[in-house]
């Protein structure tokens, strides 16, 4: 059973960066696709950023633009995001989660709140 463990949220002053960590156990991250969600007060949940099993296709939504970067590494099971120049905007509870190959996300994880100061 896969199980993620979100880390690295909260307050930064705009302009500022952020590195969010999830810990995958159960499965290794070859063998699973990861991604962050993100969720605003009074909105529904969005897609940011995921990396696919073999770690070379990389999906981004366009409100990540240039400022998000998502990598891992196979010896920690982490996958991390790193957010620079956030803006206000971007102050969300950022989920990760985690999917089969061609299958639906499934699993997520607790969440950590990240809050950008204007």
């Known amino acids: 059973q896969v199980q993620l463990v979100e880390s690295g949220g909260g307050l930064v002053q705009a302009g500022g960066s952020l590195r969010l960590s999830c810990a995958v156990s159960?499965?290794?991250?070859?063998?699973?696709?990861v991604g962050w969600f993100r969720q605003a007060p009074g909105h529904e949940r969005e897609f940011v950023v995921s990396i696919r099993s073999g770690g070379d296709n990389i999906d981004y939504t366009d409100s990540a633009d240039e400022r998000f970067t998502i990598s891992r590494d196979l010896a920690k099971n982490t996958v991390y995001l790193e957010m620079n120049s956030l803006k206000p905007e971007d102050t969300a509870v950022y989920y990760c989660?985690?999917?089969?190959?061609?299958?639906?996300?499934?699993?997520w994880g607790q969440g950590t709140q990240v809050t950008v100061s204007s």
């Open positions: 159960g499965r290794t991250l070859s063998s699973y696709v």
């Open positions: 989660a985690a999917r089969p190959d061609g299958g639906i996300w499934r699993t």
